[in-house]
């Protein structure tokens, strides 16, 4: 019991400190202990107190954990051939007109599915207009992009592949270089088996969303606590989930992803500072046009969000603090207290879990016939 | 017998009419049966008719196969903690200035160990002046670089973070970096144990080239003939190693990684084309300020050879077959004939194998203190 709580005042001196090492974390003990069977109790690593009843049931009338398994994507059953397919192409910089930029390039899976940069460097070094948002459990969000301009992950994979300050390829071409490999010619046939003509640019997308259902973290210490382990978090998280809850932070970030499900103004109270939202960038006005979506921005999910700085659509903000004391001010209207930011802050913390094991994969060969990288 | 028959005329069809896949290929199945013990008779998959007693011993003279495990660096002690840190550094684009530029960036661990363009593209877009070797078995090397101006992968894994057409990085600020991270603090000091201050750049670079001891590959159907397994080639890569061995290919290229080893003149018999051997590149000349080594460079390693297109240090050839008639002329003064060509093309074929199992790592989450990439 010593060592517990020894080695929990550690934790949360280092959590305090600022972004404590995800394997030293009571983030991870935990998540280790909530991949056993919710039901085995003891096998649970206790992080903090018991929550009282009313918390838990709080907290689960507005939050899911994340499921082992996602559901298939409309329209494109999943199978262990698409996942195998998928994962090739993820990590395939030749769908680039560079040869060398892939998925993995911005939503690198060693890290936090993100880059790491205020906005991505894409083809030539340009830099994109938004952060790149992480691809684990996107695929529980309602639409993919800041903007929801994707309805899907399919979707959403071939706006990168095409766009010129990212990829810049062009469907022809990329199906080009995907026929001219035999190698993924026999993995297309496979995951593919009814189609004469497998290797196109709308299974390729099908492909890569496939693999992408399977970059779930459900191994939270949050996930923990809601399939019914009331000690997964510590006490300052239970008491910064409460804030959460109570402050109005759940209004739009619920669910299994705690966001990512509807649109809401950025600055429903205060306009943040043009550093935080440009003024250039208005949002959802530009997929929809109509003025009610100006600066009007899918609420971002939070899942593993210690581990995706920097933040916001502009990524100007290196600190998750200092982006949860904006929210406060430009969505609440709430100068929180410097101690409630820091519990809220704890608890998300509390979001971050373990990454899925991912064997990196072996590409097929190029054939004398895979055209060239652009300036090749 | 007439399934393995068919499969390996199957496989012979497309390994003729270009590269095959590394799965489907001959290759890979005797990969397969090779990580068996040699000793394991029927184990094996045929992939040709027995060689000759006499074709099994001179290749033994000359040539040998990769060890499952490659033995410490000089000074270097290789241990789990190690690699495990070594791996974490390999995938961190924050080894370079812009935070997105990864050792792995141009020596794709998925993609034979290169990057598949003529020369990298590194930091704000810019080329290198040569094309990036293989990280796989470069440890079996004499030394590093097209011109072996690094002595050893750790004194290498040095010259590209701080390249400005690399990573346009600095010991400083990589040595900050990491040590702002509690997650690297605690691999450094379980990687470094006895030291007192393990996070430094000398101890990134042992830490690297300890991982980089790990990218070997000995699964290839030329180690399963070294070893003993006389059906391991077809019959044309029979021939083509005869030719290899015969004409004097393996004159410079032998040893584990049939080059890597020695320095040799680019062009003994006639100097190849400037496209071919750019007239402003000298080799080795840079590094010994000697007469004697102008357009000296070390005998390219030929391990995995067909997965590692395009060819030569200016990356200007992308047909291995092509590749192979340009050294009969230049360095053999024989032209080879079409036939005799495709042969040894068909050889090298054998030299690729299975690439080892990577899981991607996790990398530490950055602390409020970490450097912000350049212009981030």
Redesign the interface.
């Given at each position: 019991m010593q060592t517990s709580t020894l080695a929990c005042a550690l934790a949360i001196a280092?959590l305090t400190?600022?972004?404590?090492?995800?394997?030293?974390s009571p983030a991870t003990d935990s998540a280790a202990a909530s991949t056993a069977p919710a039901t085995t109790s003891g096998a649970s690593i206790a992080a903090g107190p018991a929550a009282s009843p009313e918390l838990l049931a709080q907290a689960k009338a507005l939050f899911q954990p994340i499921p082992d398994k996602a559901p298939d994507p409309a329209g494109n059953p999943v199978t262990a051939e698409k996942i195998v397919l998928g994962k090739m192409l993820y990590?395939?910089?030749?769908l680039s007109s560079?040869?060398?930029i892939s998925c993995n390039?911005c939503h690198?899976?060693?890290?936090?599915g993100i880059?790491?940069?205020?906005t991505s460097?894409g083809?030539?070094?340009q830099k994109g207009p938004r952060n790149a948002p992480t691809v684990y459990n996107a695929v529980f969000n309602v639409a993919q992009f800041w903007d929801g301009r994707a309805e899907d992950l399919k979707a959403q994979a071939k706006g990168p592949v095409q766009a010129g300050v990212e990829m810049n390829n062009t469907p022809e071409t990329v199906e080009t270089t995907l026929k001219s490999?035999?190698?993924?010619?026999?993995a297309f046939q496979a995951a593919f088996p009814q189609e004469t003509s497998p290797v196109s640019f709308d299974n390729m997308a099908k492909a890569i969303e496939a693999f992408e259902t399977t970059l779930i973290t459900p191994g939270a210490p949050f996930d923990a606590f809601l399939k019914g382990d009331a000690r997964a978090l510590t006490a300052d998280q239970q008491a910064g989930l409460k804030l959460f809850m109570d402050k109005g932070c759940a209004s739009c970030h619920n669910g299994i992803n705690l966001g990512g499900q509807a649109y809401f103004p950025f600055g429903v109270v205060h306009a943040p500072a043009d550093a935080v939202r440009p003024a250039g960038d208005r949002g959802r006005f530009a997929v929809t046009k109509s003025q009610a979506d100006e600066y009007v921005f899918r609420a971002a999910p939070l899942r593993n969000i210690?581990?995706t700085?920097?933040y916001f659509h502009s990524?100007n903000v290196?600190?998750l603090q200092d982006a949860v004391t904006i929210m406060g001010d430009a969505q609440l209207g709430a100068t929180l207290a410097p101690d409630e930011a820091e519990k809220i802050h704890l608890f998300l913390h509390a979001l971050t879990a373990?990454?899925p094991?991912?064997?990196?994969?072996?590409?097929?060969?190029?054939?004398?016939?895979t055209p060239?990288?652009a300036d090749?």
């Open positions: 280092l400190a600022g972004c404590g090492p995800r394997t030293e990590f395939d910089g030749r560079s040869g060398v390039s690198n899976v060693g890290m936090g880059d790491g940069v205020p460097i083809h030539g070094f490999m035999p190698g993924y010619v026999l210690a581990a700085a920097p990524g290196w600190k373990p990454i094991k991912i064997d990196y994969p072996e590409l097929p060969e190029r054939a004398d016939t060239l990288p090749g």
